[in-house]
Nanobody
């Protein structure tokens, strides 16, 4: 099983930037896809971005052009660069990974965008 730990969340003003990290450990060989999801209070969890082992990426419509997902294989770490943040980006951000059909989630990191 894969263990995932997110970091980098915090409080930022509208228009600001943050970079989230997701460190993977455990049975990481063969991870096919990793992703970021977020959940705001009272809302369902939604896709932010995903990246495959071949570096193909997908983005949710609300973050296209503002967020960038990346993956550092040797460091077993995934990143989410978030620019031009908006108050509606406020949520708990979770990373996940699929390895041999098994889905694993991290515990999340809070991102708050407020002046």
């Amino acid at each position: 099983q894969v263990q995932l730990v997110e970091s980098g969340g915090g409080l930022v003003q509208p228009g600001g930037s943050l970079r989230l990290s997701c460190a993977a450990s455990g049975s990481i060989f063969g991870i096919y896809v990793m992703g970021w999801y977020r959940q705001a209070p009272g809302k369902t969890r939604e896709l932010v971005a995903t990246i495959t082992s071949g570096s193909s990426t997908t983005y949710g419509d609300s973050v296209k052009g503002r967020f960038t997902i990346a993956r550092d294989g040797p460091k077993n770490t995934m990143y989410l660069q978030m620019n031009s943040l908006k108050p509606e980006d406020t949520a708990v951000y979770y990373c996940n990974a699929i390895n041999q059909g098994i889905l694993s989630w991290g515990r999340g990191t809070q991102v708050t965008v407020s002046s």
